[in-house]
Each structure stands twice: as structure tokens, then as C-alpha cells.
């Protein structure tokens, strides 16, 4: 019956009170339905340049990369709930801290193997917090979980910190357990699950672009008080799981509270790069995909790219809003993309809300590929860049690397987007550092305006055949240089399109802007460059903008908070017109979404300055809260 409960309900129903009101912030999105939005008002466009520092803190859980550790990659959200904010580290410990003054209440450490097994370095992306539908007055009926690399989930006591011992073994679970099928990592847990109900659905990360077998995508589903498993959702089909792999979920999720389904952004399969592996369908690859919270059943799909070979993954949380489209109440998801394009789709059945079409795309060169024929694109809402296309050589880069960025971009094949990779070179636009990313974006639920960051970056792709790849590999980064995708006849080589000596973007500005759309309606209400780009010491102008990593916290009062740049600033945005009012230099890039919350009658809104490489070298371990002066 859950199946039908839920197809039946066809009626636009509102998501719950308690989705769109809770001053809490209890999730890595702030609520199940991702929207990122509190309805606190304290803090408004008028008082919020008087915002100042309540408290930091450094937690001491930090690696520059210099010595016996990995460098550190923190975009941990914070989590408040239980009059308690929880942190999450790079070094897998929990700490519990005082909201009002930044104090430490308890700590507790998963003695976890500090070492980068799937990752470039130690990477943790928060906590989560969940309470037993029925309190019992047991220890361990409000709980925080914690995922390692290593592939353990553990589970404490949301008080203080004690392991939960009914929780699998003692506290913690060994997911690994479940990795079946080309077990050539473990089933890394950077993202925390998702809990809803009595349940908690948890997926995984890998170690990307090095095979191309690898474990198969699944999400399980377990009791958040005893770990055991009570269902598996598979994305590959089991009669080729073997010979490729991923379509995995390593971001977050979203739950429909009110219709009992469960939306997943599955990313793409393995390798990442080339398909000749693969070349049957994978429908559920590089999708979203909606399924029975009680019974892990498939309710819909809708495939974004067919056969992907551009490792467009399905990125993050799909933000679930209640619209009014021409007079109908619609229940609707806004899904993010890598590709620039937003995906308006009705939750109950996967259908486009707005145009989407199928257009025609190159054919691939690449030994024993199959690119597909067509791809899914989306004209409403207006993407970023309306024409799709690559910005173009940007003059000043071409004069400072005396006519490099030109000659390269002729060089390579560019036929717009969905470009296959290529032994030539290929431009990528956007690349997979492009677009919008993990932090997705934010939504008023009772206007259904949205606001999203995207980024504005363009990737070279050089496939290698087997035996030049042997000759020519290098080194690499995290998510850049050289990459063997071993089992497949390609390695590759992928690089940011920029001047050999000075680093210059060679496409023209903005690399990243911040838009506000009317879901309603699909109409882009305003769009700025955001952020500015550091290079040499200098922040340049902030009409080029910067490419960003993490998302917007929206407020009623009209405010949006985010971090996500290069310049290491956190900045509160008038919704309304997309103008910076306030803003607060900190140690390095604020690469998690922020979180803002009502903690003893007071408004505050906490960022983790963690950092990540892939935007700059500078990472940090300080978190700072902001309010009101008292």
C-alpha cells in the first residue's frame, strides 16, 4: 500500500508547518525539503551591517597538507538542534558547542584512520541529528551520527556524547559490509545521512576517475536506533554492475514529509570519462530519482544526461516548493545541475513543469564509445548563460600569454555543450568544477522564489590512449591533472583552461554570479557576478565574480547568507535586488552552507571557514557565529 498511498495523493498538498517554520536547523539544507530558507526575522536589510562576532572557535582539527596528515577539506554544515550546535571535523570527531558563547559541552572521537583513501585529503561534510519519534526517556532517543572514510557510521547520544550501544556494534555500524561488488575502496560516509522518521538513508562517496569498475551506486536504508538494515535501493542494472560501476549518491537528500518519498541525485557511472563500457542503458544514472521512504520501490526517475561522459553528476539535494503555474497549485522540485541548467519537475510524477526538450549533440570519436545521440535541455528556466555557450577567449588573458588562450581554444574541439571528450582535447563548457554545485540552492517557500550560485569555469579534456597515458601521466591534484580510469583504453588529463605562467581564467568574466528566479513562472528576476577571484596576493574586481563551492541560507526578512567564494568572505545579500550589504573577512573559503537558527530568543547564523583546494590552497579550521549587538 505505500506505493499507491502515495501515487494517490495527487492533490498539491503543502509541506508541512514544521518544514517551512522551524527556527531550528536540524539538517545539512536546514530542513528535509532542502530549502536552505528560516523564517526568522530579527536580523534584516536595514540592521545587518551591524552584525558582529559572538563568538569563534578553532577546533584543532587541521591539516595543511605539510606534514604526516592530508591536507583537510571541511565544508561541514552546522546542525542546531536540542538548544545545541553540532560540528562534524575533518578528523571525524563530534563536537557539541554552546550556541550562545561557542563553549565546548562534549566531544567525542571516532579514533578514525587519518589517511585519504578515496579522497585528496581528509574531507568531512557535517553530522547528523536525529530524535526517536516516540521519547522514551532511553539513552540515546536524540542521537548525532557521524560517517568516516573508512565506510563506519557512528552513533552517540545527542547529550552527551555517549555511544549509542543498541546502534549495530557498540555504537557503530561497518557499511562496508555491504560492498559487494568491485570492492576496490571502501564506501566512504563524508556526506551524513539523511534522517527521517525512525530511519536513516545513507550513501557514499568514491574514489573518482581511477577505475572503471568500481562498487555500484546504492542507497541503504537503516533503523536509526539499531543500524539494521531494512532496505537497498541498486541504480546499474544487475546485469552489468560488474563491469562498470558508481551512479552513487555522495551528496544529500531530500524527503516529501507529507507524500513519504525520498529524492535522490544520483551521479554518473564509471569511468567517468568514457562509456565504452557501459553503452546499454543505465536509466537511473545521472538522475533524480524518487522512491518509497517505507519500502525503497522506484516511484519515478527522469534521466538528466543520457550516457554520461562528462562526469555531470546529479549533485545535490533537489529543493521541494509548492508553485502556482498558470493558476494551478503544482507540487514541484528544482533540481540543480553541473550542466547551468535548473530542472523544474512536478515530485509526484517526474514530469517537466516547464520546456525541456531533447536536441541533438556530437557524436563521439573516442575508440569504442557511443556518445548519445541526443541530451535533454532546459530553456525555462533561463539558464546563467542563455546561449549555452562558452564565453569566448577573454582579450586581456590573451595579451598577457601573448596569444595562448586563442591559439589553445582553436586547437580543441568545441561543438557547445555536450562536447564529448576527445584524444584532440576537448573545451568543456561548463566543466565538472562548473555550474552549480553540492550546495545547491535556496527557496521562500510562500513566493517560490529561488536563488542559486553557479560558477563559471572552463575545463580542458585530453583523453590518452592506454599506452600514451603510461608515457605522458603526471601528476594530479584534487580534481585536476592526470587520471588512469585503469580497465578502460583511456586515461586523461583534465586542467582548467587558463594562461601557462600567470593562471589567468583565458574565458571572459564573470567566473561565477548569483541569480533569483520566479519558480512560478520560470522568469530570472535579477543575476550579479558574486564573490570576487584572489590571485597574487590581490582581489580582483568583483564584477569578474568567482567561481564558488557551497550554497545560500535564505531568511523572511529578505537576506540571503552565504560564503562559497574564493576571497574568503561571507557576505549577506538583499534578495531582493542581489546587492552585497554586509560582509566579514575570514581564514579561508567558506565551502559549507551556512546555518541560521533562533538559540534563547536571538538570531544567529554560523559559518565554517574550512576551506578546499580546489579553490585555493588556504584551508583553516574556524568557525564563526554572528548576531546582533545585545
Sequence with gaps: MPLLRTLLLTAALPLSAAAQTSTDWTGFHGNLAAQKFSPLTQITPENVTSLERAWELHTGDLSLGDGDLPKTIWSATPIYANETLYLGTPFYRILAIDPSTGEEKWSFDTDSTLEALTQPGLKNRGVTYWEAEEQTGRICDKAVYIGTMDARLF???????VPCEEFADGGQLDVNQ????????????????TAYGDQLFVGWAGKDWEYAEAPAGTVFSIDARTGELQWTVEFIPSEIRAKTGTANIWTAMTVDEERGILYLPVSSPSPNYWGGNRTQDIPLATSVTAVDTETGEIIWSRQLVHHDIWDYDTNAAPTLVDLTVEGE???????????????VLNRETGEPIFDW???????STAMGEKASPTQPFVTTPEPPNASMEWPGVWGFADLMSFGYCSRKAAELDYQGLFTPPSEQGSLIWPGTAGGMQWGG????PETGIYYVNTSHVVQIL???????????AGGSANESGFYPQTGSPYGFELTQFVTPTLGIPCWKPPFGALLAYDMNTGEK????????????????????????IGGPALTASGLLFIGASMDDRVRAIDAETGKV???????APVVANPAVFEHEGEQYVVFVSGGNTILKPEVSDQVVAYRLPR
Design 155 to 161: 552513533a552517540v547520544d545527542a547529550n552527551n556524547g
Design 462 to 472: 585530453e583523453l590518452f590512449p592506454r599506452e600514451e597515458y603510461d608515457k605522458a
Design 178 to 193: 555491504w560492498n559487494t561488488t568491485n570492492d576496490k575502496w571502501p564506501l566512504s560516509l563524508l556526506q551524513p545521512p
Design 525 to 548: 528576476l535579477w543575476e550579479e557576478p558574486f564573490g570576487a577571484v584572489q590571485q597574487w596576493g590581490f582581489y580582483m574586481p568583483e564584477s569578474w565574480g568567482s567561481p564558488t
Design 441 to 444: 540552492g535556496a527557496v521562500n
Design 329 to 343: 497549485k503544482v507540487p514541484a522540485l528544482v533540481q540543480t545541475s553541473k550542466q547551468g541548467m535548473l530542472y
Design 357 to 363: 526538450e531533447e536536441r541533438v549533440v556530437p557524436a
Design 581 to 587: 550589504l554586509w560582509s566579514d573577512l575570514l581564514e
